[in-house]
């Protein structure tokens, strides 16, 4: 895996079988800056869900409005543009 400074963003490759199990201490030879890094797995990329999860997030993210509710919203950014300019 790789690690990078947060100051100086210097980047260490540590090979696989070198990778500790726990988060460590670790010192950035170019700058001296001392940060705990941890080394859990990699997080899943969101690639990886299922297709029936990814349906249920995009249903609860677009929540379906009545015609009025629309027609609110639709005046409040209409103001909301006018206000701006
Ligand atoms: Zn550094």
Not at 18 to 42: E, I, L, Y
């Amino acid at each position: 895996m790789e690690i990078f400074c947060p100051t100086c963003r210097e980047g260490y490759r540590i090979p696989t079988a070198h990778v500790p199990k726990t988060a460590r201490m670790v010192v950035c030879n170019s700058c001296g800056t001392a940060w705990k890094q941890f080394f859990d797995k990699q997080p899943k990329p969101v690639s990886r869900m299922s297709e029936s999860k990814v349906f249920e997030i995009m249903s609860v993210r677009r929540p379906t409005y009545s015609k009025v509710v629309l027609k609110i919203l639709r005046e409040e950014a209409a103001l909301e543009a006018k206000l701006r300019t």
